[in-house]
Nanobody
Framework: QVQLVESGGGLVQTGGSLRLSCVYS????????MGWFRQAPGKEREFVAA????????YYADSMKGRFTISRDSAKNTAYLQMNSLNPEDTAVYYC????????????????WGQGTQVTVSS
């Protein structure tokens, strides 16, 4: 089992920034990707970004490229999502997830999920 706990969400104005954190614990040796997804009301959960557990490969959804940055600090057992230039369309619950294998952009390939943290961007 892998446990994930997100934090860092909140209310921010358009153009502002937030940094989300995801503390992980448990059987982390089984992790292949760490990912961030988001879900807005009435919409499906969508891929935001992912990072390979080994190495530094990172992946982003097209609409997040250049604005969001995913990173991981192994010493702190924490993954981060730095979000800049936020706009109201970024309003959603953001989830941290861990996958043992498979495609990094598919939510169904992730085995463990955090509880989510709300991000609200006001216009």
């Amino acid at each position: 089992q892998v446990q994930l706990v997100e934090s860092g969400g909140g209310l921010v104005q358009t153009g502002g920034s937030l940094r989300l954190s995801c503390v992980y614990s448990g059987r982390t040796f089984s992790i292949y990707y760490m990912g961030w997804f988001r879900q807005a009301p009435g919409k499906e959960r969508e891929f935001v970004a992912a990072i390979r557990w080994s190495g530094s490969n990172t992946y982003y959804a097209d609409s997040m490229k250049g604005r969001f940055t995913i990173s991981r600090d192994s010493a702190k057992n924490t993954a981060y999502l730095q979000m800049n230039s936020l706009n109201p369309e970024d309003t959603a619950v953001y989830y941290c997830a861990a996958a043992a294998s498979g495609s990094y952009y598919l939510a169904r390939r992730y085995d463990y999920w955090g509880q989510g943290t709300q991000v609200t961007v006001s216009s």
